[in-house]
């Protein structure tokens, strides 16, 4: 039954990515806008609080902060990534960096040292990565500008990994876990400091229709499911083979850009021929490998 529910939960992350992607594109063609409203969505979580919210300690809480607004901007450089370059590309370039940093923090902070199979892991994730990162077409001013923003991101994601475990270790999740929300809405409240972003967030949900305000509604619960969904699948079953699993991501990520490239080529701005196709291919089964290799 896991195996079925990690599958489920690895596609509705696939498809929300397509979604936040598409909506970048077209309607919705700013980072900011993007981050603070989902942000701000993340509030409500608050529906939890009647089973099992409690205070936690100042530090706690501080930590717990700290961990949201991490995840806040991991969010914001993110979809600047995507803004600029296609999702098949930066969600697995960031999908591969992120469990390499977190290993990276836990060698620091932790003292934890690596395995061979977890060398062997990041040398794959790493030729993924340069291969993933290389575009012909595309000056090298541009190509860094991908590389730099999804490094940045994966960056962010791990730090506010690594704090969410350690709050969930020393608290019970419903309480972290809302905490954590509230520090992300915080850090959207920060980005409401500078005046161009409180024009172009307040602006922009006047000129979004309610069609485009569904499909966006739509691609955050898809990512929240799969949230849910993957959570529950290591609880079931063996949390080293869900990680592993997470290639899956990829796979769905790859057939859904196939599909929809062909039949709606604005949408995703995608490359799908010749032998970009087999670039990303080849790149996309390395990281996926290495994701494989690196439990």
């Not at 499911?225 to 592993?244: D, E, P």
């Amino acid at each position: 039954m896991w195996i079925i529910i990690v599958t489920v939960g690895y596609l509705l992350n696939a498809i929300s990515s397509v979604v936040n992607k598409s909506l970048l594109n077209k309607d919705i063609p700013n980072p900011v806008v993007y981050t603070f409203y989902i942000c701000v969505l993340g509030l409500a979580v608050f529906v939890l609080a009647p089973f099992g919210l409690a205070w936690v300690g100042l530090k706690m809480f501080i930590i717990s902060l700290v961990a949201g607004i991490l995840f806040t901007y991991a969010l914001l450089t993110m979809f600047v990534a995507l803004l600029g370059d296609e999702v098949s590309r930066v969600t697995p370039l960031i999908g591969g960096l992120q469990p390499i940093f977190v290993f990276l923090l836990a060698f620091f902070f932790l003292g934890e040292r690596l395995l061979d199979n977890q060398i062997v892991a990041f040398i794959l994730i790493l030729l993924g990565g340069i291969l993933i990162t290389v575009q012909w077409q595309k000056a090298r001013q541009q190509q860094f500008k991908m590389f730099f923003w999804s490094f940045l991101s994966a960056l962010l994601f791990a730090g506010s990994y690594v704090l969410s475990k350690y709050i969930f270790v020393n608290t019970d999740f419903i309480s972290g876990f809302i905490w954590i929300r509230v520090g992300s809405f915080i850090g959207a409240m920060f980005l409401l400091i500078w005046r161009s972003n409180r024009q172009v967030i307040f602006g922009n949900v006047k000129n979004t229709g309610q069609k485009i305000g569904l499909i966006f509604i739509a691609g955050q619960v898809a990512g929240a499911l799969s949230t849910i969904l993957v959570n529950w699948a290591v609880a079931l079953g063996s949390v080293t083979l869900v990680n592993a699993m997470q290639g899956l991501q990829y796979v769905f990520l790859f057939f859904l850009i196939l599909i929809l490239a062909r039949r709606h080529p604005g949408w995703l701005k995608e490359n799908t021929k010749g032998w970009i196709l087999v670039q990303k291919m080849v790149a996309i089964i390395l990281i996926a490998g290495g994701l494989y290799f690196i439990i």
